[in-house]
């Protein structure tokens, strides 16, 4: 069964760096983009960005340009989302989705809590 | 960045239909945004129901279609379930590997 795999729950204070990561199996790791998608509290979902875990490309939404780094590490089968000068409005649950098959499956949700 | 636009919330009767819509503030959504539809019931991920406009996963209910309809994405429930009570989210596509999310309609099923 395909699967992926998401770090814990983290807190963090404002003007820091996060980096969560997203550990899949059960499919071939390289052959598929990994997306990124940030879910404030009671909010929508909010693209964020993506990586190409063959050769690293990644592609970045506007809002997070500059602040996020996507990677791949194609030896451990694991995404990693960086983010930088973290705000108050960070807080959110971000999760990972793999283009398998169409925006399916989702990993299960890291919550990022940004408090002082 | 386009802004995807959808209902905040909806109402449909059991049994009843009900349309769901997906604008974009850059002009009419084409096939060419390959319309993805999501629902997300509470305290889970959301799962994929339709992509492409009308192509549906294999645990996508019968009762869901997709369309495009005046201009819109739009995600029509015929024969509303309570168990179809959730939240349900569009993403299209923009240029090249470039997705944008709608704000999310919650349906009730009352």
């Known amino acids: 069964e395909v699967q992926l795999v998401q770090s814990g729950a983290e807190v963090r204070e404002p003007g820091t760096t996060l980096k969560i990561s997203c550990k899949a199996s059960?499919?071939?790791?390289?052959?598929?983009?990994m997306h990124w998608v940030k879910q404030a509290p009671g909010k929508g979902l909010e693209w964020m960005g993506l990586v190409d875990p063959e050769d690293g490309e990644t592609r970045y939404a506007e809002k997070f340009q500059g602040r996020v780094t996507m990677t791949a590490d194609t030896s451990a089968d694991t995404v990693y989302m960086e983010l930088s000068s973290l705000k108050f409005d960070d807080t959110a649950v971000y999760y990972c989705v793999v283009d398998l098959n169409w925006f399916e499956p989702w990993g299960q949700g890291t919550l990022v809590t940004v408090s002082s | 960045q386009a802004v995807v636009t959808q209902e905040p919330s909806l109402t449909v009767s059991p049994g009843g239909t009900v349309t769901l819509t997906c604008g974009s503030s850059?002009?009419?959504?084409?096939?060419?945004?390959?319309p993805y539809w999501f629902q997300q019931k509470p305290g889970q991920a959301p799962r994929a129901l339709m992509y492409d406009t009308s192509k549906k996963h294999s645990w996508t209910p019968a009762r869901f279609s997709g369309s495009l309809l005046g201009g819109k994405a739009a995600l029509t429930l015929s024969g509303a379930q309570p168990e179809d009570e959730a939240d349900y989210h569009c993403m299209l596509s923009y240029s090249s590997l470039h997705w944008v999310f709608g704000g999310g309609t919650k349906l009730t099923v009352l």
């Open positions: 059960a499919y071939s790791f390289s052959d598929y983009y």
């Open positions: 850059t002009g009419a959504v084409t096939s060419g945004h390959y």
